[in-house]
């Protein structure tokens, strides 16, 4: 495990988390509990992310973790809060295409910082196929996520099955296109 010092990006990303806490403090004042709640989880899973991010990633996580508290701000204060999802054509593709290809890129890093030599050395087919699964598995606990929103609090965020297997075809398109370009890029 390594302990990387805290750079730019991981300041930046505090920054980003600030704007959360702030949002929350204000849905909280305005007794909007449940935005609140969205953004308290959505800090709580960004400071997750960061601590993976600072012992694991190495120097790659000083970027990892400002792109993905970025994703967190667009996913869930401007989705969720703001209702982007349903207000904003075409955002539910666009934050499923950039929140797969982003963490198939995460994928890639931990397998490369984990085991190098298998990575290198695996058939194109086998590298592709593992950032393609790894893109729908959690493509899949997104969906789940959405199910259980709606399930319980009356949304409509995954808007019939049509939608659900749309996010699920930008979720492979984008471990394909990641893992095709790391295969393209890996021998240079």
Do not use: C
Request: hydrophobic share 55%; proline share 2%.
């Amino acid at each position: 495990m390594t302990h990387a010092k805290m750079g730019t990006g991981h300041w930046l990303a505090w920054g980003v988390r600030m704007i959360l806490l702030i949002g929350m403090l204000g849905y909280i004042l305005q007794g909007k509990f449940v935005l609140a709640g969205i953004l308290l989880m959505s800090f709580a899973g960004s400071g997750i992310i960061y601590y993976i991010s600072r012992h694991y990633f190495g120097h790659m996580g000083d970027y990892l973790d400002f792109l993905f508290s970025l994703l967190v701000l667009f996913n869930n204060y401007f989705g969720l809060v703001l209702d982007f999802y349903h207000t904003v054509p075409g955002w539910d593709i666009a934050t499923h295409y950039t929140t797969s290809a982003f963490l198939a890129v995460s994928a890639l890093v931990l397998m490369q910082r984990a085991y190098p030599i298998v990575l290198n050395e695996a058939p194109p087919v086998l590298v592709v196929a593992a950032i393609f699964l790894f893109s729908l598995g959690l493509g899949g606990i997104w969906e789940i996520g959405e199910f259980a929103s709606d399930a319980l609090r009356g949304s409509n965020f995954q808007q019939g099955l049509v939608n659900t297997m749309q996010d699920f075809l930008v979720d492979g398109i984008a471990g394909i296109v990641v893992g095709i370009a790391w295969v393209k890029t890996r021998g240079k």
